[in-house]
């Protein structure tokens, strides 16, 4: 089982969440897309972990700036899709769709949604119920398409609903509250929206990411999960 402390990196700009994932038993412990390294280091200095792995969700810089310092720091070897290894920097260990790996004991499965861009994974940990999204699925909104179709953004989507409701999702940015504003112009009576935006708002005020939220309450809220069919997520987007 994982313990899993989200990283606020690039904080006021691009909002960035890194995340530091610790394997309880062996006490492995792996950073989620290393965005900027003063953070991620005081995370690791904070409970005094050495990351023994970088796992990469994409290739664009917001998410891996910081692979080689991370690397350097600590030895790290950076896990990524064989399909980026020529535009993902520090590329060591190579994954693909379908494959297992193991953080110490807790054990992942990559999963690949290209649509944002292509060869974009989410690394999804079945026994946590935990899902690191990068930048496919956000708070009530998704990524932009800049390597992929509709179509691809849908299927990616049908694999992201297909997983058990009280799974919890870690985005790769802090991007809720203008998930907010266009979900709310999209579906302006709903009270499950409402409900959802109060609760954020909360968190934020108190300087707490939004996540984790579950798929369940997330199917209820983000347009985009929401929409039955091509046509209407192609209205969407
Ligand atoms: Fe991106
Ligand atoms: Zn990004």
């Given amino acids: ?13 691009m909002d960035n969440y890194s995340y530091l994932l610790v394997d309880k038993e062996s006490l492995d412990a792996a950073i989620v897309d290393p965005s900027e390294t003063a953070p991620i280091v005081a995370e690791c200095e904070k409970h005094h972990i050495k990351p023994k792995y970088i796992f990469n969700t994409h290739h664009h810089f917001d998410h891996t700036d910081s692979n080689l310092d991370i690397k350097n720091l ?10 980026d290894s020529h535009r993902i920097s520090g ?15 807790s054990q992942a499965k990559i999963m690949d ?8 994974i989410l690394w999804y940990f079945p026994q946590d119920k935990a899902l690191f ?10 990524g932009g398409l800049f390597e992929g179709s509709v179509e691809e953004m849908f ?7 297909s997983l058990p409701d009280d799974t919890s999702f870690y985005p790769g ?32 005020a108190l300087g707490l990411p939004v996540a984790p939220v579950t798929l369940g309450e997330e199917k209820c809220c983000n347009p985009y999960l929401m929409a039955e069919n091509l046509q209407k997520l192609k209205h969407f987007l």
């Avoid at 930048?135 to 909104?141: E, I, P, S, V």
């Avoid at 299927?155 to 992201?160: D, G, N, P, S, T």
Wanted: aromatic content about 10%; proline content about 2%; hydrophobic content about 40%.
């Fill in 1 to 13: 089982m994982l313990d899993i402390y989200p990283i606020l990196c690039r904080a006021g700009t």
């Fill in 173 to 204: 940015h802090e991007y809720t509250m203008h998930g907010a504003y266009n979900a709310l112009r999209l579906m302006p009576d709903s009270k499950d929206l409402h409900k959802y935006i109060q609760k954020a708002q909360q968190k934020l």
């Fill in 113 to 120: 949604v290209s649509a944002h861009t292509q060869g974009h």
């Fill in 155 to 161: 299927e990616a989507l049908a694999k992201i609903k």
């Fill in 74 to 83: 600590f030895q790290a070897k950076v896990v990524a899709n064989k399909a």
């Fill in 91 to 105: 590329f060591d260990i190579a994954v693909q769709d379908g494959d297992d790996f193991w953080l110490g004991k």
């Fill in 133 to 142: 999204t990068g930048d496919t699925l956000f708070n009530l909104c998704v």
